[in-house]
């Protein structure tokens, strides 16, 4: 596993269509153009995801371990490490606004946001949640920026 190709996100970002289709599950990337078609589950949650880290994704469903094994036949690289740590962190905060908006708790499950949630929200609530998040990550860039200085 030592000599797999090395892939910033970058480049997993430029393909995210179904000419060319690369998913991020764990640190690893996977090449799935060609199995689009044949996806038990269908190729628009693959291109949904595609381009990106779909880990999440992929263990919500909770895929078989016969999933699991076949997804290795698509297996054409790893996430270049800094990156990929860099894009974790942006992806937690995305995730998390995803999930505050998508909430049903009628059903107890998280699921897709519609026009009709968001205005019954409003906009205002998410714009604020926003500037939490960001407030919250300049405190902790300060502070380690204080530390490293220190
Ligand atoms: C290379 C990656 C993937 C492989 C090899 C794969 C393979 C499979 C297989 C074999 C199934 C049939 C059920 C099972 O055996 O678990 C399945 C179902 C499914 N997969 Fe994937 N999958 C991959 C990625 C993803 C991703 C990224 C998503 C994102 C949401 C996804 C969503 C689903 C869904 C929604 C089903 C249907 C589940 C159901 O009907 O109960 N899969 N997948």
């Not at 779909?54 to 996430?79: C, N, P, Q």
């Not at 990156?83 to 499950?109: A, P």
């Not at 609530?125 to 990550?137: C, K, P, T």
Request: negative net charge.
């Amino acid at each position: 596993m030592a000599d797999l190709k090395q892939i910033t996100l970058k480049e997993i970002a430029d393909h995210n269509t179904n000419k060319s289709a690369w998913i991020v599950i764990g640190n690893k990337v996977f090449d799935v153009t060609k199995f689009l078609d044949e996806h038990p589950g269908g190729c628009e949650v693959l291109l949904e995801q595609a381009g990106s880290d779909g880990t999440e994704a992929f263990e919500d469903v909770g895929h078989s371990t016969d999933a699991r094994h076949m997804k290795d036949e698509y297996l054409i690289g790893e996430v270049v490490e800094v990156s990929y740590i860099y894009h974790k962190i942006l992806k937690v905060f995305f995730i998390f606004q995803e999930e505050r908006r998508t909430y049903s708790y009628d059903k107890k499950t998280w699921k897709a946001s519609t026009d009709q949630d968001n205005k019954q929200r409003g906009g205002e609530s998410l714009q604020a949640d926003n500037i939490i998040y960001f407030a919250l990550l300049a405190i902790i860039v300060a502070l380690v920026y204080y530390l490293i200085a220190a």
